[in-house]
Structures are given as C-alpha cells and as structure tokens.
C-alpha cells in the first residue's frame, strides 16, 4: 500500500516563500500523475498543479502560474510544490495525490494534508 506523506507547510507573511516535499514510499511518480491540490475553508479541493509522466508535461491552475512550480526528484521518489509571492488567497490545506494509472490521470493516493497560512 503506497504511502504520501507531505511535509514543508506552515505560517509566512504575504510575498514569501515555502516549499511542500511529498514522499512516497515506493516510485509511484516516474511514469503515472501526481499533483497538488488544495482546499480552502468553505469550498471544494481544487487543483494547484500537476505533472505527467515522470515530468514530461505540467499543468498549473491560473491563480498560481508563474509563483509555483511543480517538480519530482525520481531519486527520492519525492513530489514538491514550489510556493513563491504568496498571497493571502493561498492559504488552505495542500494535500499531494498521485494516479496509479496513467492514462487517464484520476488521483487515488492522497496524502494526509499540509497547513499554509498566509498573513498579510
């Protein structure tokens, strides 16, 4: 049973930086799907970012292109989450997901979820 463990959240003022690690405890990211996805109070889980195929391909949600970056190191079987210019807007639970089978990309692993909270 494949486990996602994240890590790398916590409190920053508005315009810094974090940086989510997700750990997998076998390679589950080299040739499926994975992202991140993030819930805000009151609404539905959404999609920040993802990527395909062992990083052939990513894909970001408007509200963060050009502040986050999505990577994997196939290595240490790790998935992060590059947070830069950090806006109150972005604060929510991040949770890592990964898709045991690709195509099509249907997130079925998730993590246990990472607080952000961004102060103005």
């Known amino acids: 049973h494949v486990q996602l463990v994240e890590s790398g959240g916590g409190s920053v003022e508005a315009g810094g930086s974090l940086r989510l690690s997700c750990a997998a405890s076998?390679?589950?990211?080299?040739?499926?799907?994975a992202g991140w996805l993030r819930q805000l109070p009151g609404k539905e889980r959404e999609a920040v970012a993802a990527i395909y195929s062992g990083g052939g391909s990513t894909y970001y949600a408007d509200s963060v292109k050009g502040r986050f970056t999505i990577s994997q190191d196939k290595v240490k079987q790790t998935l992060s989450l590059q947070m830069n210019s950090l806006k109150t807007e972005d604060t929510a639970i991040y949770y890592c997901a990964a898709s045991t089978t690709f195509p099509p990309c249907r997130f079925n692993l998730w993590g246990q979820g990472t607080q952000v909270t961004v102060s103005s």
């Open positions: 076998e390679d589950i990211f080299s040739h499926n799907c």
